[in-house]
C-alpha cells in the first residue's frame, strides 16, 4: 500500500506498530480540537458538579478549584503528548523503555483498569443521554447502542477520530457557550453565589479530581500525536493539546456547576442541564450523547 494510500485510509491499520516518516501526516492545530472536543463530555460535567454537590463548595471556590487542577494536571498530558511525533509510536509502547519488557506490564495492567471504569462510566451516561432524548428507549438498550457505537469508532480510528472532533469543536463548544449564555440570562436562585462555603479538604479534593482527570489521559496521549511528521517539533504539540484538553474540560466542569445550582432541586445533573438550558435542553442532549460516543 502506498503511502498516500495509508494517509487517508479508512480504517487504522498500524495499531500498535511504529508509523514511518513517509506515512506521517495533520497538523499540531488537530490536537487542539481533539482534545478539546474530547472532554466536553457529560462525564466531565457530572464530575465537575461534584465540587459544589458532594464537597460542598460555594461557586467561587469551585471554579479556581477545577481552573487550577486542570492546568496543573494538563502539564503533564502535553508532555506526554509531545513525545508522539519525535518517537512515532503509541504511549504504552513507549513506557517500556522506562519500565522494562515485563515491568510495564504492571503499568498496562492499572491502564487497563482505568480506562475500562473510563468506558463503562461513558457509555451508562450514553445510555442515560439517549434514554433522555428518546424515552420509549429502555436505558439498558440504549446503553448497549452506546457501547456498540463507540467500539465501532474505536475500530475506525485515528483518522476518522481526528475529522469528527474538528467538526465537534465548533459544534460542541458553540452549543456549550449558547447554553451558558441561556443559563446566566435567566433568574438566578438567590443564593446561587452564596450556597456552600469554603474548606481546604473540600478544595484540594476537587483540584486532585480535576488534575487526575487530565492525567488519567496520559498512557495514551501519543496515540493521537505520533501520525505527526517529525519536524512539527515538541512545543506546538505541547501547547495545542494543553489548551485543548484544559479549555474543553475546564468549560464542561464549570458548565456542571452552574448547571446544578441553576436548579438545586435537581439531584441528576443532566436533567439540570436540560432544564436550565430551556429549548437548547433538547439539542446539547442529543450532542452530547453523540459526543461521548
Request: contains cysteine; charged residues 10%.
Amino acid at each position: 500500500m502506498t503511502s498516500s494510500a495509508n494517509k487517508t485510509e479508512l480504517i487504522e491499520s498500524k495499531s500498535i506498530d511504529y508509523v514511518p516518516e513517509n506515512e506521517r501526516h495533520g497538523k499540531p492545530r488537530d490536537l487542539f480540537t481533539l482534545w478539546f472536543c474530547t472532554n466536553i463530555a457529560p462525564l466531565a460535567i457530572f464530575v465537575g458538579a461534584t465540587s459544589t454537590q458532594v464537597y460542598n463548595l460555594n461557586i467561587i471556590s469551585a471554579i479556581i478549584a477545577i481552573i487550577c487542577g486542570h492546568l496543573f494536571g494538563g502539564l503533564f498530558l502535553a508532555l506526554t503528548s509531545a513525545q508522539g511525533p519525535q518517537v512515532g509510536i503509541p504511549q504504552m509502547v513507549q513506557s517500556r523503555a522506562q519500565f522494562g519488557r515485563y515491568g510495564s506490564l504492571l503499568v498496562i495492567i492499572f491502564t487497563a483498569v482505568i480506562y475500562l471504569g473510563f468506558f463503562i462510566s461513558n457509555i451508562i451516561l450514553s445510555g442515560k443521554a439517549l434514554h433522555i432524548v428518546a424515552p420509549k428507549i429502555e436505558i439498558h438498550f440504549a446503553t448497549i447502542i452506546g457501547a456498540i457505537s463507540a467500539t465501532f469508532i474505536g475500530v475506525v480510528g485515528y483518522n476518522f477520530i481526528h475529522k469528527i472532533n474538528k467538526i465537534g469543536s465548533w459544534v460542541m463548544g458553540g452549543a456549550l457557550l449558547s447554553g451558558f449564555i441561556y443559563m446566566l440570562s435567566q433568574p438566578l436562585p438567590s443564593d446561587f453565589w452564596y450556597k456552600g462555603s469554603f474548606s481546604l479538604v473540600g478544595w484540594f479534593a476537587v483540584f486532585s479530581i480535576s488534575a487526575v482527570w487530565q492525567i488519567s489521559f496520559s498512557p495514551y496521549t501519543s496515540d493521537y500525536s505520533r501520525y505527526l511528521p517529525k519536524d512539527v517539533g515538541i512545543a506546538k504539540p505541547f501547547w495545542y493539546t494543553y489548551f485543548g484538553a484544559c479549555g474543553g474540560t475546564i468549560l464542561a466542569f464549570l458548565f456542571g456547576v452552574f448547571a446544578v445550582n441553576s436548579a438545586p432541586h435537581v439531584q441528576e445533573s443532566m436533567e439540570a442541564v436540560k432544564l436550565v438550558t430551556g429549548f437548547l435542553g433538547p439539542i446539547l442532549m442529543i450532542l452530547f450523547l453523540i459526543n461521548i460516543i
